[in-house]
């Protein structure tokens, strides 16, 4: 099995334009998350979903949009990117929430100039 | 606040032992994970512990003791692929994961 994919690998993005990061994963999992990770800072959560059709808002969630309309993606836009957004992301998805394993896609490296 | 301090960075010796250590503060405790990330690529599940003692995994162990809000990653006979960060997160009472900076590990031969 795949497990989780993300698109696309990396993108350069002007800054005021938008963008969606595709995550995609066939686990069937319930739940899923959206990353961001810094040099030098822990990983911090966007938004999360604990099931198709729910969203919640994690630590950093401003500036974010995420959707849930099925199992198995879970896409986040950025409306109008800024330079601080520049960053990699990272999809996970866990069986049931958020005591489990959670299982990383392999990110997305945006760039907002 | 919540808080997770790991060290930067450790150099350890090929076929040696090393600990890295993760201190937490956070409201509440709900478990403590361990993953690993190698460079460019996704963090992956090393150790979950939520009560206190040790859990051993192959060349890998765990140990917590939430009196402290310590815990430890134990590597046993590194090998060059253990080149990598590790990641210390604790969840609190909300059932949030707090995530530590990572711990850069660095093996040389």
């Known amino acids: 099995t795949a497990g989780i994919t993300q698109a696309p690998t990396s993108q350069i993005l002007a800054a005021g334009r938008s963008m969606t990061l595709r995550c995609t994963q066939d686990?069937?999992?319930?739940?899923m998350y959206w990353y961001r990770q810094d040099l030098g800072l822990g990983l911090r959560l966007i938004h999360y979903?604990?099931?198709?059709?729910?969203?919640g808002k994690g630590e950093v969630p401003d500036g974010y949009s995420v959707s849930r309309a099925n199992t198995d993606d879970f896409p986040l836009t950025l409306a109008s990117a800024v330079p601080s957004q520049t960053s990699v992301y990272f999809c996970a998805s866990s069986e049931r929430g958020i005591t489990d394993t959670q299982y990383f896609g392999p990110g997305t490296r945006l760039t907002v100039l | 606040g919540q808080n997770i301090d790991q060290p930067t960075e450790m150099t350890a010796t090929e076929g040696a032992i090393v600990q890295i250590n993760c201190t937490y503060q956070?409201?509440?405790?709900?478990?403590l994970f361990w993953y690993q990330q190698h460079a460019g690529e996704a963090p992956t599940f090393l150790s979950y512990n939520v009560l206190d003692g040790l859990e051993e995994k192959g060349r890998f162990s765990s140990f917590l003791s939430r009196s402290k809000g310590y815990s430890y990653l134990l590597l046993k006979e590194l090998q060059m692929k253990d080149s990598a960060s590790y990641l210390c997160?604790?969840?609190?009472?909300?059932?949030?994961?707090?995530w530590g900076a990572g711990t850069k590990l660095i093996i040389k031969p």
């Open positions: 956070t409201s509440g405790f709900n478990g």
């Open positions: 686990m069937r999992h319930n739940a």
């Open positions: 979903s604990n099931t198709a059709g729910t969203t």
């Open positions: 997160a604790s969840m609190d009472s909300n059932y949030q994961l707090i």
